[in-house]
């Protein structure tokens, strides 16, 4: 079940996919302390079904999750236009060459700073 965040400082609504619940807690207290909404899913599929896909500003995935992959996600949802950041710990050849071809803004190796996402965010939302 997605939980929005309590920050509504910002109109940008970030979606958040990942099946670590410590990473999602992360992200979303990164996210409100920047001024974004943050919606939490702990699969892809729970976003791909949401009907709050629509409403999202940006997505930031997790590559290798249960069920549908990051990658499959950023597939899926490339005719929406909406921008995909993806994190992963095992970055490979195909998963960069998938992630270009589906539009993926940005892919982001685990341990990442910080201050990459916030960049990363400022580009696309501010």
Known sequence: ????????????????????????????????????????????????ASTLLNEVDCIISDVQMPGSSGLQLAEAVQPQSIPIILITAFPTPEVDQRAAAAGVISLLVKPFESSDLIEQLAELLD
């Open 1 to 48: 079940m997605p939980v929005p965040s309590q920050d509504t400082t910002s109109n940008a609504l970030v979606a958040v996919v990942d099946d670590d619940e410590d990473v999602r807690a992360a992200l979303d207290g990164l996210l409100g302390s920047l001024g974004y909404r943050a919606v939490l899913f702990d699969t892809a599929d729970a976003l791909l």
